[in-house]
């Protein structure tokens, strides 16, 4: 079995790897296998002696993938569903439901991440609302595609319509997978404004130790809860013993680590797809700023914002405009930072997550959620005027 580093070597020459694995789905030696690293994230390997040198997890790789640059800014607006109960239930407005529903009165089917019955994140496909409900939500955590893109191809063969839900990597990966398929009239893609994708290990050693200090395993998980509203974000988390906790975001450790960068994959440093045109269809986010031209709208349940990047995107919200309150606006009304550029790489993660390792979740997450001390300032100056980036802490 090769190294993770051969692989990477192998397949894009080891320039990023988003753990998307489309590789391992077109490996039709199933010489592939995706495993996570110390840190939790997956990586592809590849057992060398199966291997036919055939280059399909080349052509899968979307970091290799050329897709051409679009020339057009898209259509901005903010949109929320019509049903206060759906927005309730959503994370930022109810559009993602909207736009389902949509293809699902079609007879389509949706791709889209859901919580497991032992709360792993993983892409799977329904036809059915109940099905698409379990992918409403936001997930802080990177999802496991194990499976869901030969999936996808299989109903699009079939001549379904099918709309993929994801980060806007894994939307990339389903395009190189496909390759001709990519541009099917079956399929629309849906991406969001990502922040990052974070360590799943990370995600795991934050509900052991909640299960641990409440005495009782968690039974769900809600990144958004949105019992008291939209604001501020809270996570929610549901205990065997009937009992709940409810957190801010400025006070629960997992969010603080989310919001600051340091638990996420180190590709994400580098992210080519954090810019305003966008390869998907349609982009969804929250809007922070809608009360400024939509103040009847301020309720506290959310408010999506929505970029329309293809005709193939502005089709299917014309189908679902009539579940949905739509205002057309500007740039400047719905912009964000990860709308131009990545957020890097946060100077401590590798510090973090070697204390992780060492003393677990909550003895790390107290350390890196405090002011950052001053011989960790230093450090990072030197290792800048050094051209060592993070994570090459062994050239000081």
Known sequence: MG?????????NGARLCFGCGACAAACPAQALRVTPDADGFSYPEIDFAKCVKCGKCRKACPVNADFPPR???????????????????????????????????????????????DLQVRHTIGSDPAARDAMRGSKYVQSD???????????????????????????????AFLGEKGGSEGLVTVDFICHGSPSPKVFQAYLRELAAQRGSAVRQVRCRDGKLGCVPMRMGVDFADGSTYLEDCDHDPYFRLFLSGIINRRACAACPYTRVRRNSDLTIADNWRFAAFAPEWDDNTGVSTLLVNTPRGA?????????LEIRKCTLADIDQHYLHRPGGLHPDRDLFFRALRKHGFAAAAADFT??????????????????CGPGNEEKL
């Open 3 to 11: 190294t993770k580093k051969e692989t990477l070597e192998f397949i």
């Open 71 to 117: 020339t057009d800014d898209p259509e901005f607006c903010s949109v929320r569903h019509k049903e206060r109960a759906v927005r309730e239930k959503s994370t930022s407005g109810g559009a993602f439901t909207a736009l389902s529903d949509a293809v699902l009165a079609r007879g389509g089917a949706v791709a889209g991440a859901v919580w497991t019955s």
């Open 145 to 175: 595609t194990a499976g869901i893109f030969p999936e996808v191809k299989k109903l699009l063969d079939s001549g379904k319509e099918v709309l993929f839900s994801g980060t806007p990597c894994q939307v990339a990966a389903l395009y």
């Open 315 to 323: 089709a299917l919200l014309k189908d679902a405009a009539e579940a």
């Open 370 to 387: 405090r002011p950052r001390p001053l011989w960790r300032r230093i450090r990072s100056r030197l290792l800048k005027l050094l051209g």
